[in-house]
C-alpha cells in the first residue's frame, strides 16, 4: 500500500472504532477495509504509535484479537467534571403546552394531543421523553393500539408537586373563559 492509501485506512479504521464504541474484532475491521489480518495489524499497530506520540486524549487499545477506541487515563479527570454538569433542558411554550395537556388528560395519545393543540405534537412529545417528564403510560385497546403518555416522578420533582391531584385547577368561569376564546380564534380563522 502506498502513504495515501495507509492514510485513507487508517481514516476508516478510525472511524470504525469510534463509531462502534466498543471492541471490534481483528477479522471484521479487515472484512471492512478488505485487507489480510496480518496487514490490518500492522496498520493498527501504527495507529496505536500515532495516537502515543501525538499526545492525543484517545487512544486504541487491544483486547485479544480485538481493538477499541478509547479515552486516555489522563483525561478522566476532565471528563468527570463535564458529565458531572447537570444537563439543562429548556422548555419552550410549545413543549409547557403539550406537557400541560399530558398533564391534565392523562393518560393520552399523541392524537388527542394534536386534536387539542391543532397541530402536529410528535417532537414535542419525543423531546420530552427524552427529557424525562413524560413516558409511555400504555397502549389504547383499539386498532394500531396507539401509545398512552403519561408524566412522570421527574415531572413531579421538577414542578414541585406532591402528586398529579396537587395539579392547580382553573375555576368554571375561567375555563368557560379560555373556551369562548378558543372559539372566537377557531371563527376568525375561518373567515379569513
Known sequence: MDKTSIKKT?????????????????????????????????IIQSMIKDYKDAGRGIQIIELGNAYQMCTKKEAYEALIKIARQPKKHVLTDVLLETLSIIAYKQPVTKLEIEKIRGVSSSHAVNKLVEFGLVEEAGRLD????????????????????????SLPTIESERMEHFKEEAEDEVHLKLDV
Open 10 to 42: 487508517k481514516g476508516i479504521i478510525e472511524a470504525i472504532l469510534f463509531t462502534m464504541g466498543e471492541s471490534v474484532e481483528l477479522s471484521k475491521i479487515a472484512g471492512a477495509i478488505e485487507c489480510d489480518e496480518n496487514t490490518t495489524k500492522d
Open 142 to 165: 383499539v386498532p394500531g393500539k396507539p401509545i398512552l403518555f403519561g408524566t412522570t416522578e421527574e415531572f413531579l420533582r421538577r414542578f414541585s408537586v406532591q402528586s398529579l391531584e
